[in-house]
């Protein structure tokens, strides 16, 4: 009785409350999915799902002339009359057969190139058509996993489980959203979520939107991670080669023509398949194209496929994008992805003009109940149909859902994963209640071990209290770290609470303090294991350390959109440290240098006298032209990469335990990051500031800049480091200005080059400048490829650096890590 019933509500939601359904198959009877299907003349359209089913809701009886468009088949007009709803029309689709019109196809006069010329030349009237618009707006995303492996690197993969069938495979993550849009070329949207439904999440939020599915394959870029250039771009020619394969004509006996596209350089970004352009007109009439991941620098991404599907409209005479799927593989360790979003826009009100008011810096909006629409809701405003593996899967999982709310589930889960095991001991251990939103967690000591000379080996770890509530973006932290220095023979305390308010202004507080060990640069310019490396094996001893007794209060939030701004207070007393140590794995002579920056040599000078002071300090950081989606579980801000980023600050240091100690500061740093096209992305990081009354301030209160002086990089970009400075040699208590800058060519030119474009790499060029008073502008050139590694892992970077400060100063190649960031 139970299945009887499913397979009815399974019926039931494929077809019960469709307007017009049906389903539409090849002459053999093979369902085809995709096919754009519309009523002629209008904008009321849908596309049939995987099994070939479709759904068209109209409101009105009587005659419809409904159109079946798919790539490969001839275009099919179906005359209707509607006494009743729901109407029932099942279609067969015959394939297309195409003509090559007697043309001869000539090398000196390839007739595809002529075509596509014409398409580029005609571009903006064709843009225009369609650059202001208002539209009713449908995605589906589905991500699904086959065959998944039982474990990796020796780990349990057992976080889908209860998703995947007895071959480990299933949906990770279904999701639909409906929504109005208001559009206008090239880039402003407002977006208006009515509905939004994520499977086995009565509470969840699609992320699905019609920005992130705007591909215009009329605008010369499409944007992914790396710009790809369109088949119709304006220097298409340098990267594509085209092949006229024949053409048909349309049911309103418009001449399409298809033309195949081909990457002349199979490394670079450009798409591989088809192009439909229409004669005379020379507007797309369809798409149907993919790119591999390596083409894009993503090395997980196997294949993505774009499809887009436009209709023509008599009365307006315009060519519209009425239906839209993307396609995409990924893998890696054995772990088999796939997904496929589905688009359809319907409705569309084209306008000459919209008023001023009418784009806001708020993007996207959510109806009240947005995520509360029941079944009835979306049977019958649903355009595409769910499959019965989809209808299966929001079934299962809404009980599923019911069954992972409740507090015995909950209790049985964190029971198997709150097991103690020896070995946590080492590694960490986090204790969870999920009911009542908490968790308890050790760090373990694994992480936590290091050597440095002033307090030899060291183990640090921590203990933490978290309460969560995401619903409300609400979160408050309690934590202890502890520190202890063997050869130092000290033990270090520190303790933090931090609460977050809520997810709208991202309102926080912070509290800590305590008794810990700091490096002279707040930066930390050089981790806890590379300094261990380089001591122990090479003697080389750069980490530079004083201890901080410490009380801190910070509060931040956004203020209006776009501006942030935090607070500090913080009480210090300041002390300097010694080496307390030798001990070394090298048995090489030379000995470790000193803990003073100042003087590496001098092993009984501290570099500063023990001191006490507070510290205010008041930062801001300006977002211009930030945008925002207003979620009901937050606000979502989105840069805006036309504008740069402001940074100012301004710290008075004050009451401290000698009025020399005290100091003004004001600084400012700008952050400026621009796509050049294809040709890569510059990015500029200018900062500078002055002290005031700094004359005679302790040397741990200067401004230090981030050297390198170990030829390991850790960072995905240098825009914040002199990779061959000395850590300290060039701090400042006076006026300084720092700039970082590097283009990376996104394999521009790599991509070009025999031989090397085998790497898929990418052509990194960058300039380092900083000046502080009394000595010359230190700087460093440099020249490097990124995206280097094995296979999908591109975690390494290689760069040449030359140094010039009153000259030339040093040379070095830096190898990057990244992986260890």
């Known amino acids: 009785?139970?299945?009887?019933?499913?397979?009815?509500?399974?019926?039931?939601?494929?077809?019960?409350?469709?307007?017009?359904?049906?389903?539409?198959?090849?002459?053999?009877?093979?369902?085809?999915?995709?096919?754009?299907?519309?009523?002629?003349?209008?904008?009321?359209?849908?596309?049939?799902?995987?099994?070939?089913?479709?759904?068209?809701?109209?409101?009105?009886?009587?005659?419809?002339?409904?159109?079946?468009?798919?790539?490969?088949?001839?275009?099919?007009?179906?005359?209707?009359?509607?006494?009743?709803?729901?109407?029932?029309?099942?279609?067969?689709?015959?394939?297309?057969?195409?003509?090559?019109?007697?043309?001869?196809?000539?090398?000196?006069?390839?007739?595809?190139?002529?075509?596509?010329?014409?398409?580029?030349?005609?571009?903006?009237?064709?843009?225009?058509?369609?650059?202001?618009?208002?539209?009713?707006?449908?995605?589906?995303?589905?991500?699904?996993?086959?065959?998944?492996?039982?474990?990796?690197?020796?780990?349990?993969?057992?976080?889908?489980?209860?998703?995947?069938?007895?071959?480990?495979?299933?949906?990770?993550?279904?999701?639909?959203?409906?929504?109005?849009?208001?559009?206008?070329?090239?880039?402003?949207?407002?977006?208006?979520?009515?509905?939004?439904?994520?499977?086995?999440?009565?509470?969840?939020?699609?992320?699905?939107?019609?920005?992130?599915?705007?591909?215009?394959?009329?605008?010369?870029?499409?944007?992914?991670?790396?710009?790809?250039?369109?088949?119709?771009?304006?220097?298409?020619?340098?990267?594509?080669?085209?092949?006229?394969?024949?053409?048909?004509?349309?049911?309103?006996?418009?001449?399409?023509?298809?033309?195949?596209?081909?990457?002349?350089?199979?490394?670079?970004?450009?798409?591989?398949?088809?192009?439909?352009?229409?004669?005379?007109?020379?507007?797309?009439?369809?798409?149907?194209?993919?790119?591999?991941?390596?083409?894009?620098?993503?090395?997980?991404?196997?294949?993505?496929?774009?499809?887009?599907?436009?209709?023509?409209?008599?009365?307006?005479?315009?060519?519209?994008?009425?239906?839209?799927?993307?396609?995409?593989?990924?893998?890696?360790?054995?772990?088999?992805?796939?997904?496929?979003?589905?688009?359809?826009?319907?409705?569309?009100?084209?306008?000459?003009?919209?008023?001023?008011?009418?784009?806001?810096?708020?993007?996207?909006?959510?109806?009240?109940?947005?995520?509360?629409?029941?079944?009835?809701?979306?049977?019958?405003?649903?355009?595409?149909?769910?499959?019965?593996?989809?209808?299966?899967?929001?079934s299962k999982k809404d009980i599923l859902q019911t069954k992972k709310k409740s507090q015995v589930y909950q209790d049985s889960i964190d029971k198997k994963s709150n097991k103690f095991g020896v070995f946590d001991i080492i590694t960490g251990y986090t204790y969870k209640n999920t009911f009542q939103k908490w968790s308890a967690n050790y760090e373990g000591v694994l992480t936590g071990i290091n050597f440095n000379t002033v307090q030899g080996w060291k183990i640090t770890t921590g203990f933490s209290y978290t309460k969560n509530d995401r619903e409300n973006g609400k979160y408050t932290r309690f934590g202890a770290d502890f520190d202890y220095g063997f050869s130092e023979d000290k033990f270090r305390v520190t303790g933090s609470f931090i609460h977050k308010f809520n997810n709208l202004n991202k309102s926080e507080i912070q509290l800590s303090g305590g008794s810990s060990i700091a490096q002279y640069n707040s930066s930390n310019p050089i981790g806890g294991i590379l300094n261990s490396a380089f001591t122990l094996f090479f003697k080389d001893n750069y980490m530079k350390l004083y201890q901080r007794n410490f009380a801190t209060f910070l509060y931040k939030r956004e203020i209006t959109n776009g501006i942030f701004l935090d607070a500090k207070v913080d009480y210090s007393e300041n002390k300097p440290l010694f080496n307390t140590t030798d001990y070394s794995f090298s048995k090489k002579s030379k000995l470790y240098t000193s803990n003073n920056p100042l003087a590496p040599n001098d092993y009984t000078t501290a570099a500063f006298d023990a001191y006490s002071i507070v510290r205010g300090s008041l930062n801001a950081k300006i977002n211009f032209g930030q945008k925002y989606w207003t979620r009901p579980d937050g606000k979502f801000n989105i840069p805006d990469d036309k504008f740069p980023t402001l940074y100012l600050g301004i710290e008075k240091g004050f009451a401290a335990s000698e009025k020399q100690y005290e100091y003004d500061k004001i600084d400012a740093r700008i952050f400026y990051e621009v796509k050049a096209g294809n040709k890569g992305t510059l990015a500029l990081n200018m900062m500078g500031g002055k002290f005031f009354n700094a004359d005679n301030i302790a040397f741990v209160d200067y401004k230090h800049f981030n050297g390198n002086q170990t030829y390991i990089g850790l960072s995905d970009r240098y825009l914040n480091v002199f990779n061959l400075m000395p850590y300290y040699s060039n701090s400042t208590n006076n006026s300084y200005f720092e700039l970082h800058t590097e283009h990376n060519d996104k394999g521009y030119i790599m991509n070009k080059i025999p031989l090397l474009n085998k790497l898929q790499s990418t052509l990194v060029i960058g300039y380092h400048l900083l000046a502080v008073p009394k000595t010359s502008p230190y700087a460093e050139y440099s020249v490097g490829l990124d995206n280097l590694g094995f296979g999908k892992f591109k975690m390494f970077r290689l760069d040449y650096v030359r140094s010039y400060q009153n000259g030339y100063q040093n040379d070095g190649v830096i190898v990057g890590l990244k992986f260890l960031n």
């Open 1 to 394: 009785m139970r299945n009887a019933f499913l397979f009815f509500f399974l019926l039931t939601g494929l077809f019960g409350f469709a307007q017009i359904k049906g389903k539409i198959t090849d002459e053999k009877g093979n369902p085809l999915p995709s096919v754009t299907i519309y009523e002629d003349n209008t904008y009321n359209g849908t596309t049939s799902n995987e099994q070939g089913y479709f759904e068209l809701n109209t409101k009105k009886l009587g005659k419809h002339t409904i159109v079946f468009q798919f790539l490969g088949f001839k275009t099919q007009k179906k005359a209707i009359e509607i006494n009743a709803f729901p109407y029932n029309l099942d279609i067969k689709l015959v394939e297309e057969s195409f003509s090559l019109n007697e043309v001869v196809i000539n090398p000196k006069d390839n007739p595809a190139n002529k075509i596509i010329r014409n398409a580029i030349a005609n571009k903006k009237g064709n843009i225009e058509k369609t650059a202001r618009y208002k539209a009713d707006f449908y995605s589906r995303g589905i991500f699904r996993i086959k065959d998944a492996p039982e474990k990796i690197l020796g780990q349990k993969l057992d976080m889908f489980d209860e998703v995947l069938d007895s071959t480990r495979s299933g949906i990770l993550y279904l999701s639909e959203t409906v929504s109005k849009i208001t559009f206008q070329k090239p880039d402003k949207m407002k977006e208006t979520i009515i509905a939004s439904k994520v499977s086995g999440n009565d509470n969840g939020f699609s992320f699905n939107n019609a920005a992130s599915a705007n591909f215009d394959f009329y605008d010369n870029y499409l944007t992914f991670d790396v710009n790809v250039i369109s088949p119709i771009a304006d220097n298409a020619f340098n990267y594509y080669k085209y092949k006229f394969e024949g053409s048909f004509y349309d049911d309103n006996n418009q001449q399409i023509n298809k033309i195949k596209v081909t990457p002349k350089r199979n490394t670079e970004p450009a798409f591989e398949g088809y192009i439909y352009i229409v004669e005379d007109s020379w507007a797309i009439y369809a798409v149907d194209v993919n790119i591999k991941g390596e083409q894009i620098q993503n090395p997980f991404l196997t294949l993505l496929t774009i499809k887009q599907n436009f209709s023509f409209n008599t009365n307006t005479k315009i060519w519209v994008k009425n239906t839209q799927t993307i396609d995409f593989s990924a893998g890696m360790m054995g772990v088999n992805i796939s997904g496929k979003f589905t688009y359809v826009y319907s409705n569309f009100e084209f306008e000459p003009k919209f008023d001023k008011k009418t784009f806001t810096k708020e993007v996207l909006s959510f109806q009240e109940n947005a995520n509360k629409k029941g079944d009835e809701f979306w049977n019958t405003i649903r355009p595409v149909p769910l499959t019965i593996e989809e209808t299966t899967d929001y």
